[in-house]
Nanobody
């Protein structure tokens, strides 16, 4: 099992920045793709960005140029640097990792507990 603990959310003014972290722990063998999502009440979870083991990144248009995803493989930690935040970025943010318990095992999905980001206008 893999546990994910998120941190870094909070209240910020529009135009400000926040950095989210997601630390993985437990029986870790191979974390592959790591990603960030967000979900507003009553809406579907929205994919924001992902990063592969090798560092290849991809972003949703809604955050491209403002958010930067990164990872520290040695620390099993995922980050999301959020700049130029807008009121519409207000919601709960979740990290997601895909993990294999061994080389020939399929990947399993794990989710963080969510962290609230509130951007005031």
């Amino acid at each position: 099992q893999v546990q994910l603990v998120e941190s870094g959310g909070g209240l910020v003014q529009a135009g400000g920045s926040l950095r989210l972290s997601c630390a993985a722990s437990g029986r870790i063998f191979d974390i592959t793709t790591m990603a960030w999502y967000r979900q507003a009440p009553g809406k579907q979870r929205e994919w924001l960005a992902h990063i592969t083991t090798g560092g290849t990144t991809n972003y949703a248009d809604s955050v491209k140029g403002r958010f930067t995803i990164s990872r520290d493989n040695a620390k099993n930690t995922l980050y999301l640097q959020m700049n130029n935040l807008k009121p519409e970025d207000t919601t709960v943010y979740y990290c997601n990792v895909k993990h294999r318990s061994y080389w020939n095992r399929p990947e399993s999905d794990y989710w963080g507990q969510g962290t609230q980001v509130t951007v005031s206008s």
